[in-house]
C-alpha cells in the first residue's frame, strides 16, 4: 500500500518559514526514480504545480510565485521530499500536497495534504 505523509505544515506569519516533509512508503519501485512534486491548492482556486525534482539528478523546478522563497530537496536515504518556504506571504495560505510520479508506468501517487495558513 502506498503511502505519502506530509508534515510540518500549520500557522505562520509573513515573512516566516516553514519546512514540510513527505515520507514515502510502499511505492512499486524505489523511491530515488520517482520524480516528487509539491502542489497546493487554495480555496475557490485549482491545484497548482509549486515545486519539483526530478530522480537521481535532481533537477529542480519552481513556479514563478515561488522562485527565490521556496526549496525543494530529497533524501533518497529516507525516502523523503522536503519543501523549505521562507519569506512566506498570504497568498501562500493553501493545502500543500505531495506527489510521486513514475513516468514510465505512468505510477500516480498522493498525499493527504497539509495545510498551510500565512497570517498575521
Known amino acids: 500500500q502506498v503511502q505519502l505523509v506530509e508534515s510540518g505544515g500549520g500557522l505562520v506569519q509573513p515573512g516566516g518559514s516553514l519546512r514540510l516533509s513527505c515520507a514515502a512508503s510502499?511505492?512499486?519501485?524505489?523511491?530515488?526514480?520517482?520524480?516528487m512534486n509539491w502542489y497546493r491548492q487554495a480555496p475557490g482556486k485549482e491545484r497548482e504545480l509549486v515545486a519539483s525534482?526530478?530522480?537521481?539528478?535532481?533537477?529542480?523546478n519552481y513556479a514563478d510565485s515561488v522562485k527565490g522563497r521556496f526549496t525543494i530537496s530529497r533524501d533518497n536515504t529516507k525516502n523523503t521530499v522536503y519543501l523549505q518556504m521562507n519569506s512566506l506571504k498570504p497568498e501562500d495560505t493553501a493545502v500543500y500536497y505531495c506527489?510521486?510520479?513514475?513516468?514510465?508506468?505512468?505510477?500516480?501517487?498522493w498525499g493527504q495534504g497539509t495545510q498551510v495558513t500565512v497570517s498575521s
Open positions: 506527489n510521486a510520479k513514475f513516468a514510465l508506468t505512468g505510477g500516480d501517487y
Open positions: 510502499g511505492l512499486p519501485f524505489t523511491f530515488s526514480r520517482y520524480a
Open positions: 525534482i526530478r530522480t537521481l539528478g535532481g533537477t529542480t
